[in-house]
Structure formats: structure tokens, C-alpha cells
């Protein structure tokens, strides 16, 4: 087990990851931004060390930074959580080079699934279904004119090097076509530095289903079962759920079988997602992998009892997998909640400083935050607060137990994303589990007719 290891984020999934080692027994080293000064994470940590202004490429992207506090402190690992350097297949290499371990996958499985056209081809040749779409970049307006052609209409432009929903639009017709390659190249430029894009098919009313899935340095690789994540805006998920509701035991087998054989074919190591779309036919498709833990995670963890921070500690000093997860269970369901600091109706995001935090308790709840009553939530990161997770015998339980936890988390002071929760969980389409990735565009629409 490694000695100290440096938690290379911010906010709930470094407070996660800390408390993952002080069970482990492994010394902390937290990183700051000047905005971060007084977050728990820095209270808690066995040594703290700002590495720069609030900015987050002056801080926290802030890769000599980051590795400068690591050789201050003297660390075995860097955990590098979700965001920031998380898929940084130049921080896992300057790391390495550093002899410093990178608590993750290799390099080169984070270049080449972090490269979405290049991860689709990887896939495809793995056995996994891929939709259709161009061969890899899409290099000008006249490549863009012929894939068109090839797939037809509607179809997606995708930035190859990012995620999010930035760097993506959807295409309807042949005359919104140069238009939309070519602010998707400059959304792609400005939010990944490369104004690389791909071209695929358009899945109408699809739902967002991802596999988690495990791996060792030995080859060996298992899944931990899906996580619904259709209810989104804008590309960005705001509620996830496991298992799905939507899928059967045949299914879930066949589908993780092909993951796990994927994986292993890439060799790949530690804790990953592997995210598909499912059409209305029932038919899957790859999209993408994100070769790192999930904001979404806790869902996994409650239902399958696998602490999967600790697990991709373990890992990456070197155990086997057998020796860390065991047999795997699946019990009940769980169900997140992403609370943003955002207004409800607009999502503007509320930045300011907390004046009351109640969080909400009792059997199943589960909240993993940062957030307290007169922290404040700075006006430069991600808007997340927190994190609430409901877990029951059935998908019924879990809805119930969040409906009295919504109805008990107090936040004043700034505006969340509470309200919201409460109108989706209450909705009768949300209750029998009919929805897709459009769920939220119909839903002020209904909530108005009412």
C-alpha cells in the first residue's frame, strides 16, 4: 500500500477520496486554489499546499504546479478524481516520469479513449456495437458534405477530444450543416484546445446507459452492473440510477460480457465507464469510455456494497482484483441526485455563500458534500454541492426515501437544483421509469399544463 498519496481536486470527491485512504491508512497531501483556503478538504488532509490563484488553469490544471507540491510533500500517488487532470494523458505521463504512481489507467488508454473518434474505432474492433458514422476527424466542410451524405439526417457533430456536451451539435437538415461543423469546431477549439470533430447518426429518443466496470494490471477486468443516466440537460446528467429499469437480466449479460471482453482487450486498469445509447428498438451503442471514477459512482457503490475509491487505490498499488472486490451481490436500487448551486428554472448558477445546511438522514440516505452552513461556493468551479443518494429494496423505496430526504435538505443563501429534483421525481412518467434523454426539455412544459 502506498505511503502518502496526493488528492490532486477539489469539493465532495476529495473529501471521497480522503476518507478512502485514512480507512486505508494511507497519509494525505490536499491541493488547493487560493478560493479554497478554508474547504474541508484542506482542514482534513495531513498536509496542505496551494498551488495557485482561483483560476483553474492557474491552479488546479496547473500540471508543474501539481506535481512541484507532490515532490514538496513527497508522495507515492497522485488521485486525480473526476474533472481537471483526471484524463490528462500528459499529467499520467509526467507522473510516471516523476516516479510518482497515477491512481488510474495507463497513458495510452487515456489517450486513446480520451481521442472519441479513435475510441470508437478501438471499440468497434472489440466486439462493441458503434453507431454509424465518419471513419475518424472529419477534416473540412467538404469531408463533412460527404459523411452527411453517407449516414443521412439527423446526425450528431461531436468534438473528438472533450466531452459534456460542448463542442456538439445536432443536425437536422443538409442547410444547418456548415453552419453547426463549424461552431462545433470553435466550441471543440475553445473547450479542448483542438477543433477536431466526428460525425455520427442520431439516435432519436434514446436512453444513456453506462456499464462500470473494474481492471487490474493482470488483465483481468469485471463490470459492476449499469447506471440509468438519461435524465439530463444539455449533455450534462442530473440524475442517475442502478440498475436501469429499462434493461433484463439478458440484457445486462450480454451487453456486460462485451464490455468486459473490450477491456480486456485494451488491457486496461482501474475504475472506468463504458457509455452507450439504447434505442427505442432496444438496440446499444458505444459513445464513449471515461477512464476515470464517476461524479455518479456512490449509485454503484450502494448497490453492490464495493467502495470503488478504495478499490482503484488498492489497484494501483498492484492487487489483484480477486483480493479486492471479491464476488459482487447486486442488491436493491439507488438513486442519485446532483445538487447544483443553480437557479431551478434558469439554471444560472448561484455562486455565494451558504447561510443554513441541513442535510438529510435516516436508512438508505446517503450525502457526500463539501459544502457546510457559511461555506462558500466560489463563482470559478463546477456548480456542484452535493451529491444525494437514496438506496431501497426496489426502484419504488428508492423514490420514496428521496422524496423525504429532498423534503429534508435545507440550503439558504444561494439558489439549488432541489426544486428540480422534486418535480422529477414526482413526475408520473419518472415513476414507471418512461423517459429519455429528452425527459427534462418536456418536463417545465408539463409541469406548466398542470
Excluded: W
Aim: glycine residues 8%.
Amino acid at each position: 500500500m502506498f505511503r502518502k498519496i496526493l488528492i490532486a481536486n477539489r469539493g465532495e470527491i476529495a473529501l471521497r477520496i480522503l476518507s478512502a485512504c485514512k480507512e486505508l491508512g494511507v497519509k494525505t497531501v490536499a491541493v488547493y486554489s487560493e478560493a479554497d483556503r478554508n474547504s474541508l478538504h484542506v482542514r482534513f488532509a495531513d498536509e496542505a499546499i496551494c498551488i495557485g490563484p482561483p483560476r483553474s488553469s492557474d491552479s488546479y490544471l496547473n500540471i508543474p504546479q501539481v506535481i512541484s507540491a507532490a515532490e514538496i510533500a513527497n508522495v507515492d500517488a497522485i488521485h486525480p478524481g473526476y474533472g481537471f487532470l483526471s484524463e490528462n494523458a500528459n499529467f499520467a505521463e509526467v507522473c510516471e516520469a516523476s516516479h510518482i504512481t497515477f491512481i488510474g489507467p495507463s497513458p495510452d488508454v487515456i489517450r486513446m479513449m480520451g481521442e472519441k473518434d479513435r475510441a470508437r474505432a478501438e471499440m468497434g474492433r472489440a466486439g462493441l456495437p458503434i453507431i454509424p458514422g465518419s471513419p475518424g476527424v472529419v477534416a473540412d466542410e467538404a469531408m463533412a458534405k460527404e459523411v452527411a451524405a453517407q449516414i443521412n439526417f439527423p446526425l450528431m457533430i461531436k468534438a473528438a477530444e472533450g466531452g459534456g456536451g460542448r463542442g456538439m451539435r445536432m443536425v437536422r437538415s443538409k442547410r444547418e450543416l456548415i453552419r453547426a461543423f463549424q461552431t462545433a469546431r470553435t466550441e471543440a477549439e475553445q473547450a479542448f484546445g483542438s477543433p477536431n470533430v466526428y460525425m455520427e447518426k442520431l439516435i432519436e429518443h434514446p436512453r444513456h446507459i453506462e456499464f462500470q466496470v473494474l481492471g487490474d494490471r493482470y488483465g483481468n477486468v469485471i463490470h459492476l452492473g449499469e447506471r440509468e443516466c438519461s435524465i439530463q440537460r444539455r449533455h450534462q446528467k442530473v440524475l442517475e440510477e442502478s440498475p436501469s429499469s429499462t434493461l433484463d437480466p439478458g440484457d445486462r449479460r450480454n451487453i456486460g460480457e462485451k464490455v468486459v471482453e473490450a477491456l480486456r482487450s485494451v488491457r486496461y486498469s482501474s475504475a472506468g465507464t463504458v457509455e452507450f445509447l439504447r434505442d427505442v428498438t432496444g438496440e446499444f451503442y458505444f459513445i464513449e469510455m471515461n477512464a476515470r471514477i464517476q461524479v455518479e459512482h456512490p449509485v454503484t457503490e450502494m448497490v453492490t456494497g464495493v467502495d470503488l475509491v478504495k478499490s482503484q487505490i488498492r489497484l494501483a498499488a498492484g492487487a489483484r482484483l480477486e483480493e479486492v472486490v471479491g464476488s459482487v451481490e447486486f442488491r436493491g436500487h439507488a438513486i442519485e441526485c446532483r445538487i447544483n448551486a443553480e437557479d431551478p428554472e434558469t439554471f444560472v448558477p448561484s455562486a455565494g455563500r451558504i447561510t443554513t445546511f441541513r442535510v438529510p438522514g435516516g436508512p438508505g440516505i446517503r450525502v457526500d458534500t463539501a459544502a457546510h452552513a457559511d461555506a462558500v461556493i466560489p463563482p470559478y468551479y463546477d456548480s456542484l454541492v452535493a451529491k444525494l443518494i437514496a438506496h431501497g429494496r426496489d426502484r419504488s423505496e428508492a423514490i420514496a426515501r428521496l422524496h423525504g430526504a429532498l423534503d429534508g435538505f435545507i440550503v439558504e443563501g444561494i439558489k439549488t437544483t432541489i426544486p428540480l429534483h422534486k418535480r422529477i421525481i414526482a413526475d408520473p412518467d419518472f415513476v414507471a421509469g418512461k423517459f429519455d434523454t429528452h425527459f427534462l426539455e418536456r418536463l417545465p412544459a408539463a409541469a406548466a399544463a398542470k
